[in-house]
């Protein structure tokens, strides 16, 4: 008899949905991949960390950059070292294996214990670069041909991993994926993120901080919409700097820490101007209510 995996539930320092819950139990009961998208700040990373807590499993992360490679996940082969070696050092060189050390995922796979692994940024590869993976990770094994070593994974990792929608991925892929698009948080959960990271601040500058940023998050034209983490840090820094609540209503004081472009700067200080800095009153900045419902 097959047995019952520990369910994921969230945690403390992360609130999930219950979509979300059901999409990390579904891949890990399936053995699947789990594929998350969604805007960047809405805790697509913060995901896997939190998967790991909640089962109580190392994450063991591998971050993509532009020029990473499949094969960097798997082993890499140290040559420059097995050459300098046979120059000035005292080891047997013809011992290949000493030369050999396990990526990422080669690392997930030798684990003594079920591990997390996070691929994170797949999108920032090319486009090779999932496709290339295809085999390692429905088989959960790899050969190593320098050393006719076959790496089989002892237990099979709970695979998390994010893109941000900057490249379309192959078919071949999203088939062998669950997937799993974390929709941008209502105010209601908003709030309920805010307060993990924030549970002392007054209701009061919670509200008026979530008001100016669902007021802004829905202006035309934006280049780069502040995310939930942007949210999360303005509001420290808005209790910090003891900014008062009127100066928020009619301000928006500390923007450098919610924008960063100049021409979503110009966009937000022209409708400020335009009202006169009267932004935050309730004839010229609607509700979050209003905002969210369109």
């Known amino acids: ?52 807590e909640g089962l109580g499993q190392q994450l063991i992360i591998w971050n993509i950059k532009s020029t990473t490679k499949a094969q960097d996940g798997l082993y890499i082969y140290d040559t420059v070292q097995r050459l300098y070696d046979s120059q000035f050092g005292e080891h047997d060189v013809s011992d290949i294996s000493r030369y050999i050390r396990l990526g990422k995922l080669g690392e997930a796979f030798e684990s003594d214990e079920p591990v997390v692994l996070l691929i994170d940024e797949i999108d920032k590869a090319d486009l090779e670069f999932p496709n290339d993976l295809l085999w390692e990770l429905d088989m959960m094994s790899f050969f190593i041909p320098e050393t006719g070593v076959t790496i089989t994974a002892k237990h099979r990792p709970a695979v998390i991993i994010t893109s941000n929608a900057e490249k379309e991925l192959p078919d071949a892929f999203l088939r062998r994926c669950i997937f799993h698009y974390i929709s941008f948080p209502d105010p209601e959960m908003m709030k309920e993120i805010v307060r993990v990271h924030h549970p002392d ?24 919409k502040p995310s939930t983490s942007e949210l999360i840090d303005w509001v420290q820094a808005l209790a910090v700097g003891g900014i008062s609540l009127d100066k928020i209503r009619k301000e928006i004081p500390l923007l ?17 101007s335009t009202h006169g800095g009267g932004q935050g009153s309730s004839k010229t900045k609607p509700s979050i209510q209003t905002i969210w419902r369109g």
């Open 1 to 52: 008899m097959q047995k019952k995996l520990q369910e994921f539930r969230g945690t403390a320092n992360y609130i999930a949905s219950e979509d979300l819950m059901n999409s990390v139990n579904v891949s890990r009961a399936l053995g699947r991949p789990l594929l998350i998208k969604g805007e960047p700040g809405t805790g697509k990373t913060m995901l896997a960390r939190s998967i790991s």
């Open 201 to 224: 601040l007054e209701d009061r500058l919670i509200g008026e901080a979530m008001e100016a940023f669902y007021w802004i998050r829905s202006l035309s034209g934006l280049q780069k």
């Open 256 to 272: 450098g820490v919610l924008i960063k472009k100049n021409q979503d700067f110009d966009i937000i200080l022209k409708r400020l």
